[in-house]
Nanobody, 119 residues
Framework: VQLQAYGGGLVQPGGSLRLSCAASGRIFSINDMGWYRQAPGKQRELVATITSSGTTNYRDSVKGRFTISRDNAKNTVYLQMNSLKPEDTAVYYC??????????????WGQGTQVTVSS
């Protein structure tokens, strides 16, 4: 099983980016999916999660600016980020709790994609 994240980049304050993360491999089913981020010198923190039925959860600092969504048919999770701020600068990681064939429920991580918000 692999999670491939993409869509990061350099954007000016107030700009937008859309991150995508696709899970591939011998996947039976996916439970929660989410995005986390880690800024230099800081611990990794939760940004947003979404259940298989579409229930979402956000950290307070991104509420109203970020939107998490998923396409279950494509095993893909998205993060639409609007009104970006310099403090959103971090490496963003996607995560999925899923059942691969023959394995118990495990948590998988993508490789990370850099988001830099700067003028």
């Amino acid at each position: 099983v692999q999670l491939q994240a993409y869509g990061g980049g350099l954007v000016q304050p107030g700009g937008s980016l859309r991150l995508s993360c696709a899970a591939s491999g011998r996947i039976f089913s996916i439970n929660d999916m989410g995005w986390y981020r880690q800024a230099p010198g800081k611990q990794r923190e939760l940004v947003a999660t979404i259940t298989s039925s579409g229930t979402t959860n956000y950290r307070d600092s991104v509420k109203g600016r970020f939107t998490i969504s998923r396409d279950n048919a494509k095993n893909t999770v998205y993060l639409q980020m609007n009104s970006l701020k310099p403090e959103d600068t971090a490496v963003y990681y996607c995560n999925a709790d899923l059942f691969a064939y023959g394995l118990p429920l495990l948590s998988y991580w993508g490789q990370g994609t850099q988001v830099t918000v700067s003028s």
